[in-house]
């Protein structure tokens, strides 16, 4: 995965780099709007991450810019200020999340995993292609039940083969989205880390051509023999799923454990904190010197840097000084104004170390309860809950349980075993009160055996699926995990059919008849549609409409829809737009054709109207989750 961050504050750009790149994205890093305009209208990112207040072109008309480009790409802001005012700010200009400074790293990673699922329209983050199974949480790889030790640029080329599968990814595209702009490999080197990563695949029983050439092209994923391969969007057979997770999967070499990582990372705020300090004191030696316009801005900078290396106490001071700077307000007497700058100042100097890690708010952390008298697994589930940057809490009955939902927020998913929850099925008053306190939260029983019984059981507790005793702590939280991401994008499914009528619909097809029979239908569903009937003028209306979702035919006069989706998918502006083919053409070689040229989905005529508005609303779930 690639991202771009753009972002003036290099410290705070080394930090954010620094633990992306230790979890395997490729960071471009720029610093200012107006290269970050122009890395972002050129190169195709998975991820753009924004600070707000930029030199030439600040985040927001940054953002503002790129959507009206028709750039779809999901876009984080960052940013010093609090408050609703900068959020709606934000998320109007087409933001799709918001960060304050400071934040947690493992927050920000949670948050750009988030936003990457919706990109790719997946509700889980397991990636299953026959036998080999990868977890983008945790970076671990295994084929079989034997787990693989990758580097990471390996681990970056197989998470690339399996988000194509069979579309062969040439060598270009793997340089491109594997190398930052600053790197120089050549092709070479592509096939040198194919010939390694194939190698480790052998060792593990892969076939030797799991990763297959065509030669001139690039390279592909070959299905198993007589298997189905599969990219896991969605749970088959929950039992059957997690039985294939290993229970003892060895982490990458660069995959640390959560305490030697924070070890590490407070070793690395003080190797860099003597630096930051420079930074720092020069930056409120300016505000005490230069213009008195330019302090809020010194002001909003210095407090975000400074909460990176968690100095709370002068980060407080720093943003009361920025608020009180603003120039909407009567400013304080200047010789007060330069007795805060000096005092923060002296506190700035005398920080020598950072002894402990920033602090930052609970409210962020997912929490998950676990309803258990076995000691020994309620420790298991903390510790592996604790690896994904999980809080938990333990009980030992229901009524505890059922307690604490009326008097506490309620967590964002829960475990409980069959046996404990089992008397409430006798107890009707409890068993609605104690699901009206779950509702929406995704509860995952753990019953001692896969029995039909034990499945309705689980199914009128209100349990999202049952697991069993043999599946292991990490497997129990991976599958908590992925209830909570199904729930979320359930979630989001009534939101986007209310809003369809802010969606636009292109439809070009040479037969005037079929378009209005298609207008009239798709009417009730409150779509704005724009059709066309001679394709000389598409481009044109195409840059003027800027469609959520484009409809074509595939015999038109002239020039033939296959063209037409070529010309949009050969544009880096249009890559990500939704494009629909709709044919009376009905055999296997068009199909493959069209979808070869671009496609996202392929229909046939004649159609109904709710057939249509469906499958263009599911192709459009993706933007819906983004522009939310």
Known sequence: MKILLVEDDVLLAKLITRHLSAQHYVVDVVTDGAAGWSYGSTFDYDLLIFDLMLPQ???????????????????????????????????????????????DMGELEARIRALLRRGQGQASPLRIWGDLLLNPMTCEVSYGDRPLKLTSKEYKLLELL???????????????????SEEFPVESTVRSHVRRLRKKLQRAGAPVDFISTLH??????????????????????????????????????????????????????NETWPTAQKACVQEIQRMLQEDPGLRPGIAHRLAGTL????????????????????????????????????????????????????EFSEQSVPVLWILSS????????????????????????????????????????????????????????????????????????????????????????????????????????????????????????????????????????????????????????????????????FWNVLQSVKPDALVLDIKIPEIDGLELCQLVRHDPRWKRLPILFLSILNDPETRQQAFSVGADDYLFKPIRGHELAHRILSRLERIDALAH
Request: net charge negative; proline share 7%; aromatic share 4%.
């Open 374 to 537: 076995d000691a020994a697994l309620n420790q298991e589930l903390s510790t592996a809950a604790m690896s994904q940057r999980l809080e938990s809490r333990s009980f030992e009955s229901w009524q505890g349980l059922c307690e604490h939902l009326e008097s506490e927020p309620p967590p964002n998913q829960m475990i409980a075993r069959l046996e404990h929850l089992r008397p409430l099925l006798n107890r009707p008053k409890e068993l609605a009160k104690f699901q009206a306190g779950m509702t929406g939260i995704p509860l995952l029983i753990l019953g001692e055996c896969d029995t039909l019984g034990d499945r309705l059981q689980a199914l009128r507790l209100g349990g999202t699926f049952l697991l069993q005793a043999n599946v292991s702590a990490e497997q129990m939280i991976t599958a908590s995990l992925i209830a909570v991401h199904k729930q979320s994008s359930h979630a989001l499914q009534p939101r986007l059919k209310a809003g369809s009528e802010h969606l636009k619909v292109m439809l070009v097809d040479d037969d005037p008849h079929v378009l209005k029979h298609l207008l009239q239908q798709l009417n009730p569903f409150g779509f704005k549609v724009t059709t066309l009937a001679e394709p000389k003028h």
């Open 307 to 358: 909460g990176m290396f968690g100095l709370s106490r002068i980060v407080e001071a720093v943003r009361q000084l920025e608020s009180d700077l603003q120039p909407n307000q009567a400013l304080p007497p200047e010789d007060d104004i330069q007795a805060q700058l000096q005092q923060l100042r002296r506190w700035v100097q005398q920080t020598t170390t950072i002894a402990v890690l920033p």
């Open 57 to 103: 072109l600040n985040g927001i008309h940054l953002c503002q810019r790129l959507r009206a480009e028709g750039d779809m790409t999901p876009i984080l802001l960052l940013t010093a200020k609090e408050g609703s005012a900068s959020k709606i700010q934000a998320l109007d200009a087409g933001a799709d999340d918001y960060m304050v400074k400071p934040f």
């Open 162 to 180: 399996i988000a194509n599968g069979v579309h062969v990814v040439s060598v270009e595209e793997v340089l491109e989205r594997l190398w930052s």
């Open 216 to 269: 001139g092209r690039g390279y592909y994923l070959k299905p198993s023999e007589g298997e189905g391969a599969m990219l896991s969007s969605e749970l088959p057979s929950e039992p059957a799923l997690l039985r294939s997770v290993p229970s003892s999967v060895e982490p990458p070499s660069e995959v640390l454990t959560r305490t030697a990582i924070e070890m590490q990372y407070l070793q690395f705020l």
